[in-house]
């Protein structure tokens, strides 16, 4: 077994219980994801970029009360990852996330290529189904999901950063934007 499948195994026992929409097969579509766009656009070194995108929401704040990377960080030491490769994988990790980089593009191109995977699992029919999950496992009411689609997932489309990822999604856009259309017709209240 190498690095890679022990990354998988780690991430189907840590999120064994998450009912919100980051379960294990969101992390895989990531990874999946993330393999093919690096397969279009080389550049970036494999195993960061798997390794990224399989650890991405190893410490996601929204599931666990781990600081500073702590799951990943472990998985990575016990794996016998060099200190330097390592702290590469959990910068690439660190420029993902959309709350916490704001507009700001990664600097790496691992980093352009993960975050354009993960983003790609917001979009579409999947990120429809996942936007309904997570508010329903948070106790939210249906409308500020919807608010969810108007404030951030309409907007991906237009901050992706490899060609690949935004040919992948204008289908995916057109569906959500299809979706809200068709949601406001039969539903106006539930709308913005
Ligand atoms: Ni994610």
Sequence with gaps: MDITERAVEYVRKLFNTDAGGHDVSHTMRVYENAMLISEKEPGGDNEIIALAALLHDADDP?????????????????????????????????????????????????????????????????????????????????????????????????????????KIADSRHAFLVSFLRELEAEAPDLSP
């Design 62 to 166: 929204k599931l666990f009360n781990t600081g500073g990377n702590a799951n990943a960080r472990a998985f990575l030491k016990e794996q016998g990852v060099p200190p330097e490769k390592a702290e590469k994988i959990i910068g690439v990790i660190n420029s993902v996330s959309f709350s916490r980089n704001k507009g700001k593009r990664p600097e790496t191109q691992e980093g352009r290529i993960v975050q354009d995977a993960d983003r790609l699992d917001a979009m579409g029919a999947v990120g429809i189904a996942r936007t309904f999950a997570y508010g329903g496992a948070h106790g939210r009411p249906l409308e500020s999901s919807v608010r969810h689609f108007h404030e951030k997932l309409l907007l991906l489309k237009d901050a992706l950063n490899t060609e690949i990822a935004k």
